[in-house]
């Protein structure tokens, strides 16, 4: 990875350190047990992952459902060590935790910095990843991703893109990078919460209804039934979801087409 990693000379802490002179000292034996979690995590993503589409989105799935986005956190935020401890961080976190199960899955993955920009025009220091998948480089954003509500229990996969999209509000720092050239999933980009099977992405349009793409191909595909919700979320054979209209948990059974309340 491309983020650096300072052991001091004492043994007792590791400095994440970065461009921004943001040098962050966290209990050596606290990111061991980091370390610990990811090694067993990615263990039990690698059984079911065996793309690295599906790999990025396992992970992501677990970074976003279980944790979530805080400064007010015991440890430092800027940790993944926060996520463990609190369950809450911030995008250096994100970024750490994802870049890592996603080495561990076998990916090549680079620690990106950077900054992004608000909608009201303000500016923020931002870290986030450059993942290799299917041949090309694409930024991948599980922070910016992650659904504001609920603040845990929802992903969402719309931040993989390639640089000339995610520069509308993404400037990297000046240092020496692959350019992401990759595009293939970018039609995830104006979609809210997400979930996926073997082989389909299940996404929520901004109006609530509920559409799929073909994993392989990234082509949307019709959905065989009309469902319109939210937070959603992939169980065995069901799509579950918070209705759209009555707000009440429904699950749709992918097999049989059969919608039933929770």
Same mark, same amino acid.
Request: with cysteine; hydrophobic share 35%.
């Given at each position: 990875?491309?983020?650096?990693?300072?052991?001091?000379?004492?043994?007792?802490?590791?400095?994440?350190?970065?461009?921004?002179?943001?040098?962050?000292?966290?209990?050596?034996?606290?990111?061991?047990?980091?370390?610990?979690?990811?090694?067993?995590?990615?263990?039990?993503?690698?059984?079911?992952?065996?793309?690295?589409?599906? &790999?990025?989105?396992?992970? @992501?799935? /677990?970074?976003?459902?279980?944790?979530?986005?805080? #400064?007010?956190?015991?440890? $430092? !935020?800027?940790?993944?060590?926060?996520?463990?401890?609190?369950?809450?961080?911030?995008?250096?976190?994100?970024?750490?935790?994802?870049?890592?199960?996603?080495?561990?899955?076998?990916?090549?993955?680079?620690?990106?910095?950077?900054?992004?920009?608000?909608?009201?025009?303000?500016?923020?220091?931002?870290?986030?990843?450059?993942?290799?998948?299917?041949?090309?480089?694409?930024?991948?954003?599980?922070?910016?991703?992650?659904?504001?509500?609920?603040?845990?229990?929802?992903?969402?996969?719309?931040?993989?893109?390639?640089?000339?999209?995610?520069?509308?509000?993404?400037?990297?720092?000046?240092?020496?990078?692959?350019?992401?050239?990759?595009? &293939?999933?970018?039609?995830? @980009?104006? /979609?809210?919460?997400?979930?996926?099977?073997?082989? #389909?992405?299940?996404?929520? $349009? !901004?109006?609530?209804?509920?559409?799929?793409?073909?994993?392989?191909?990234?082509?949307?595909?019709?959905?065989?039934?009309?469902?319109?919700?939210?937070?959603?979320?992939?169980?065995?054979?069901?799509?579950?979801?918070?209705?759209?209209?009555?707000?009440?948990?429904?699950?749709?059974?992918?097999?049989?087409?059969?919608?039933?309340?929770?």
């Amino acid at each position: 990875t491309t983020y650096y990693i300072d052991q001091k000379e004492n043994g007792e802490f590791i400095t994440y350190m970065n461009l921004f002179e943001l040098n962050v000292d966290v209990p050596y034996e606290d990111v061991e047990q980091v370390w610990a979690l990811e090694d067993d995590v990615a263990a039990q993503i690698a059984k079911v992952a065996y793309t690295d589409l599906d &790999k990025v989105l396992y992970v @992501t799935d /677990y970074v976003q459902r279980y944790y979530g986005y805080s #400064y007010d956190t015991m440890t $430092t !935020p800027h940790s993944h060590v926060a996520f463990m401890t609190d369950g809450f961080g911030v995008c250096q976190a994100y970024a750490l935790m994802t870049g890592e199960l996603l080495e561990r899955l076998g990916m090549k993955v680079h620690y990106v910095l950077g900054y992004i920009t608000h909608e009201d025009g303000t500016t923020e220091q931002h870290a986030w990843n450059l993942v290799y998948m299917d041949g090309a480089w694409v930024n991948v954003d599980t922070t910016w991703s992650d659904p504001i509500e609920p603040v845990k229990g929802a992903a969402s996969y719309n931040y993989m893109m390639s640089d000339e999209l995610i520069h509308d509000d993404h400037e990297r720092e000046a240092y020496s990078l692959p350019q992401a050239h990759g595009i &293939k999933y970018e039609v995830l @980009t104006s /979609y809210k919460t997400m979930a996926h099977d073997e082989r #389909y992405i299940y996404a929520e $349009t !901004p109006i609530g209804t509920i559409h799929r793409f073909l994993k392989r191909t990234m082509e949307q595909v019709d959905m065989p039934v009309e469902i319109a919700g939210t937070n959603l979320y992939m169980s065995d054979v069901y799509l579950y979801y918070i209705d759209a209209e009555t707000g009440a948990v429904k699950r749709w059974n992918v097999t049989t087409n059969d919608v039933e309340y929770v």
